[in-house]
């Protein structure tokens, strides 16, 4: 009897497979033209729509089953992606003068800043800290970080949300000292 009812789980997921294969012969030469000038780097392109069929096949069911639907589908998904990598880039940015701020010829200034910035992280929760740790210095996405630390990931964004305000506050000092330099 077990056997009987892993037939339709199996034939649905080949069904899945062969539509996925399908999308992704269709696609994806118009997906990473698409990609190339989102990001205009070969490689981040390849990526995103990498990423974008892992997403498919991650969840089949959710690929609307209608030719001009799944198309639309999967630009959205790759488009989000890319805003996701943009916003990701830009934190990185604005966080790079806090994290390494003074130049190698001012020692001090950088053992300083770097001093400052593990203090504020010191003083955040053990769990926004290490969701801070694997966002911004690791670069993991929130999907990732909520499996590692057991939460979802809406409260993995809503921690890291959080804790970029307390840092904020905290690091502010340091960073208007540095402008005035």
């Not at 001093?115 to 929130?142: F, K, P, Q």
């Amino acid at each position: 009897m077990a056997i009987e009812a892993e037939v339709p789980v199996l034939a649905a997921r080949a069904a899945d497979t062969e539509r996925l294969a399908t999308l992704f012969d269709r696609h994806h030469g118009r997906l990473y033209r698409l990609a190339r000038r989102l990001c205009f780097e070969g490689e981040e392109a390849a990526d995103l729509v990498q990423e974008t069929f892992l997403r498919a096949a991650r969840s089949p069911r959710s690929v609307p089953a209608a030719e001009p639907d799944g198309e639309a589908w999967l630009v959205r998904v790759m488009v989000n992606l890319a805003k996701d990598r943009c916003r990701r880039r830009h934190v990185r940015e604005k966080a790079a003068p806090l994290l390494d701020p003074a130049p190698a010829s001012d020692p001090e200034a950088g053992l300083v800043a770097r001093t400052a910035v593990a203090g504020a992280l010191a003083g955040l929760g053990a769990r926004r800290r290490a969701v801070v740790v694997l966002a911004e210095i690791e670069g993991r996405t929130s999907p990732e970080i909520a499996r590692l630390l057991g939460m979802t990931a809406v409260t993995v964004r809503w921690h890291l949300a959080a804790a970029r305000r307390e840092l904020a506050r905290t690091l502010a000092p340091l960073a208007e000292k540095g402008a005035q330099r």
